[in-house]
């Protein structure tokens, strides 16, 4: 970890990362990978959820054993390519809240631009952990956290599967109350504003489109 920002470097992400990376990996494979991943950040991520003593009865007798407490987790995708993340998250908590914020790249400015969110009513009660597989820019990340802060969300998390130095030093910059989490950290960005090297485009790749 450094500062607000940690990278990953279990050789189960690793080795998953890797998979996906490969231009040959199939849409049925990289989508089912993608999850995978997600669901191994996702342990790491959530490790700081508040936990209560709750009463329960074992076959052996009545015991005092830890629950996550009161409201617990709202995870929001940067459509479209943050929807494949997010049941690698349900996978370890199945009562989270999911939100959605819709963003867009325009290919000439690179500028994100909005075309939809709606997000839990108790967002400010939540733990919201935004995820989108790509950080490169920086700029639809920074502009769906400027949106969920604007909502009443106090503790916000944000991850992404692969990110480049440009965008983490955005967001570090910008937000430095959020932690960042990468599964890897990459070289740079090219003219395009496309990660090297990257694993292409994760959305098209998550949903079959190119």
């Known amino acids: 970890m450094k500062g607000n920002v940690t990278e990953f470097t279990h050789p189960l992400i690793m080795h998953k990362i890797s998979l996906i990376r490969d231009k040959n990996c199939g849409t049925r494979e990289f989508r089912t990978v993608i999850g995978e991943i997600a ?7 959530l490790r700081d959820l508040e936990t209560e003593l709750v009463e ?5 007798e009545k015991a005092m054993v830890p629950m996550i407490k009161g409201k617990k987790l709202a995870v929001v995708p940067i459509l479209r390519a943050g929807l494949g993340m997010v049941d690698g998250i349900l996978s370890l908590v199945p009562t989270a809240k999911v939100g959605h914020v819709g ?12 075309y939809y969110c709606k997000l839990p009513e108790d967002i400010d009660q939540r733990l919201v952990l935004i995820v989108d597989p790509m ?22 998390k944000f991850a992404s599967i692969i990110a480049a130095p440009e965008g983490i030093k955005m967001l570090t910059e910008k937000h430095p109350d959020i932690q960042i989490y990468c599964g890897s950290i990459d ?18 790749r998550i949903f079959g489109t190119k």
């Not at 329960?56 to 052996?60: A, S």
Request: hydrophobic letters at 35%; glycine letters at 12%.
């Open 135 to 156: 950080l490169a820019t920086g700029g639809s990340a920074d502009a769906a956290i400027e949106f969920v802060k604007k909502q009443g969300a106090k503790q916000i």
């Open 39 to 45: 669901t191994l950040m996702g342990y790491e991520i």
């Open 56 to 60: 329960i009865e074992t076959p052996m």
């Open 103 to 114: 963003m867009y790249r325009d290919e000439e400015t690179l500028q994100p631009k909005e």
């Open 187 to 204: 070289r740079q960005l090219n003219e395009n504003g496309y990660i090297l090297p990257g694993l292409g485009d994760a959305g098209d």
